[in-house]
């Protein structure tokens, strides 16, 4: 049975990681980068010590010495790095299957930046404020989604995941601003309605085959 996979990112504190997971999170994301929703290595160590088994915990990085990385990911029992910056082929290799790398939609160059790194699993984004539409970001995506596991995030909510899920088929979407009611605070209506139209959407891609 098709299942698209969700990320939950920018979680700060135990309830809103408690509420994700209840509505189906298969994955919960902690930044350790500059961002309103970021979070330091005790409250992160602390919220992941108390998570239920089988949730995978991603950590968000840009631009990160590896070694400090590795000892964030140790300390807090983080299961992948999530790596926003300019991060090298070789950096990624270090990190083997744990590292996710994420490329930034401004144009078709992407799908060159992506073969280069050969990662058997992205993260394709549109920055916020990218003058790239979401139909923009369809068709780069669509034309990317063939090898290995593709994660879509950026401007990701509850009105257009749906549209996003079924045009792209991606293994996972990953949301934070588009569940929120402040920065760094979920929004539990927003939350329900996310997951709702993802499985609306596994559902239209399983009655069309």
Partial sequence: MLRIRVKVCG???????????????????????????RVDVPTAGKIVGQLPPFVAKVGVFKDRVLSEVIEIMNDVGLSHAQLHGSETVEYTKQLGRRAIKVFHVTGPAVLEEMRRFQLPTAMLD???GQSASILDFIEIAARAAEPGHLII???????????????????AVDVARGVEEAPGKKSEAKLERFFQQVREAE???QSAR
């Fill in 11 to 37: 979680i700060t504190n135990y309830e809103d990681a408690l509420l994700a997971v209840h509505h189906g999170a298969d994955a919960l994301g902690f930044i350790f980068a500059e961002s309103p929703r």
């Fill in 126 to 128: 549109v920055p916020k």
């Fill in 203 to 205: 559902y239209d891609l």
């Fill in 153 to 171: 995030s950026g401007e990701l909510t509850p009105e257009n995941v749906r549209e996003a899920i079924i045009r792209i088929r991606p293994f």
